[in-house]
């Protein structure tokens, strides 16, 4: 058999997740999920992107394969208020994987048609290209085109009536999933997400597709999520402009209420006899 014969050719070897991925495989083969889904069940081997390259509706999309979303919502509106609005602002992932950390990522979305009930989905590279006139769809709201957006420049793309029914929403996503799938008992409290206070969820970004459909993501300036009046209307966070000063000075306050009652009866107490 001669060698430009397609049967005499190497036949070349069939690849599999793990070898590449044998620590990731090794995790997982050990979660409850890998009995029902093989890695291709929620990764299509041709479209593989970072978690900050998707966005957080396309994350929960994988899960939603097999978990449908009705169930879902009732399965968390047993303890969850308004769990529907809920979802909508966090990823699957976020408390069902412990992620290394989370961060809010702001996509820019559009209402679809004129419908006011209507969860507004993400805006596709097509849609802000017509918008902004050019393939540079950042520049919709880095008007300065320095690579960095500052609270001013999103309080000026929310009040651009141009923009029409473009608005902002944020998402609570992870830096890093792990493929160790369950439930954590933090995340039934609601301080997880609402009391993280100015330290961690100060950290955000604005995610920009692309043309391929992948997303980018621009850092923002700290206190985007806080300033929810002008940069992302309707996330709030319990205890986000809490200042560790003031709590010490109410901490104080506290304290000094309590040693006149503390101190009169303790005086009382040690003076007991000679009152009688």
């Not at 990823?91 to 990522?105: D, G, L, M, Q, W």
């Not at 300065?144 to 957006?149: A, E, F, L, M």
């Not at 300036?221 to 200042?243: M, Q």
Request: glycine letters at 8%; hydrophobic letters at 35%.
């Amino acid at each position: 058999m001669g060698t430009g014969h397609p049967d005499g050719r190497p036949v070349p070897r069939t690849t599999s997740c793990g070898d590449c991925h044998a620590d990731v495989v090794a995790r997982y083969s050990k979660d409850y999920h890998a009995r029902k889904a093989p890695c291709g069940g929620c990764h299509n081997p041709h479209r593989v992107y970072a978690p900050e390259e998707i966005s957080g509706d396309e994350m929960n999309r994988v899960c939603s394969g097999c978990h449908r979303k009705h169930a879902i919502t009732a399965s968390h509106s047993r303890w969850l208020p308004q769990a529907e609005l809920h979802l909508g602002a966090i990823t699957c992932v976020t408390c069902h994987s412990k992620a290394e950390n989370y961060v809010i990522t702001i996509y820019i979305v559009k209402r679809p048609g004129r419908s006011v009930t209507a969860r507004p989905a993400p805006a596709t590279f097509a849609e802000l290209k017509r918008v902004a006139g050019t393939d540079t769809v950042q520049t919709l709201i880095d008007r300065n085109r320095d690579g960095y957006i500052s609270l001013n420049e999103l309080r000026l793309f929310n009040r651009t009536a141009a923009y029409g029914e473009l608005s902002l929403r944020g998402m609570l996503t992870p830096v890093k999933p792990t493929h160790s799938f369950q439930t954590f008992d933090n995340r039934w409290d609601c301080t997880f997400c609402h009391a993280s206070g100015p330290e961690t969820m100060q950290t955000s970004f604005v995610a920009f597709p692309e043309r391929n459909g992948t997303y980018r993501q621009v850092a923002v300036e700290k206190g985007a999520v806080l300033d929810t009046l002008h940069t992302i209307p309707n996330f709030y966070l319990t205890g986000a402009t809490r200042n560790d000063d003031l709590d010490k000075l109410g901490l104080l306050i506290i304290a000094g209420g309590l040693v006149m009652p503390v101190g009169h009866g303790f005086l009382r107490f040690l003076t007991r006899k000679n009152r009688r």
